[in-house]
C-alpha cells in the first residue's frame, strides 16, 4: 500500500502527482487491468461441472463406438498391455507423444499409433473429424511467395 502524500518529501509528492499514482496504484504510466479497464466484461464464467457431465454423455451416446475404443485402449494400458502414450515417442515426427490415433478406426481398438497433439490434430483433419469437416486449411503448405512457399526457398 502507498503511503499517505503527507508523509512523503516534497519531491516524492510532486513525482506522484506528476505520474497520477493514486493511492490504488492506477495512473498515467499504468494499464487499466479488470474491472478497472474500460472493456471489462465479466471475466471468465464459472465452469458448470453438471453442464460437463451432461456433454460428456451425450457424447458417449452420440458416439458409442468411440467410447467402447476408448474404454478397451484404457484397460489396456491399466493392465500393462500397452505403455502410457506419454512414455512413447509420435510415430510421426519424433517428439514426445500425447496420445494414441485409432488410425484404423474404432473397430480395432487396440490398433493405435502414439501421436503428439500437434500431428494428433493434423490426422484428424485429414479424416474430416473436425468442426465443421473443412479438411487442411488454405494456407497449409505455407505462405506464398513469388510461387513458392517459404519451405522450399534455400535455407
Known amino acids: 500500500m502507498l503511503k499517505p502524500l503527507e508523509e ?24 487499466a487491468r479488470g474491472p478497472a479497464h474500460y472493456r ?35 484397460e489396456a ?3 500393462g498391455r500397452l505403455s502410457r502414450a506419454a512414455q ?5 515426427c519424433g517428439n514426445p507423444a500425447a496420445a494414441y490415433d485409432h488410425h484404423e478406426g474404432y473397430d480395432k481398438p487396440l490398433t493405435v499409433q502414439p501421436v503428439c497433439h500437434k500431428c494428433h490434430g ?8 473436425h468442426k465443421g469437416k473443412r479438411g487442411p486449411t488454405p494456407k497449409a503448405g505455407g505462405r506464398m511467395l513469388d510461387g513458392r512457399t517459404w519451405d522450399e526457398y534455400p535455407k
Not at 512523503?8 to 494499464?31: E, H, N, V
Open 88 to 92: 512413447c515417442i509420435c510415430v510421426d
Open 8 to 31: 512523503l518529501s516534497r519531491s516524492a509528492r510532486c513525482r506522484r502527482r506528476r505520474l497520477g499514482i493514486l493511492g490504488d496504484g492506477r495512473g498515467k504510466g499504468r494499464k
Open 77 to 79: 494400458v491399466r493392465r
Open 40 to 74: 471489462w466484461r465479466g471475466g471468465n464464467p464459472v465452469p458448470d461441472p453438471a453442464k460437463r457431465r451432461a456433454n460428456a454423455y451425450a457424447s458417449a451416446r452420440r458416439y458409442p463406438d468411440r467410447r467402447r475404443a476408448r474404454e478397451a485402449l484404457n
Open 122 to 129: 493434423r490426422r484428424s483433419r485429414e479424416r474430416g473429424e
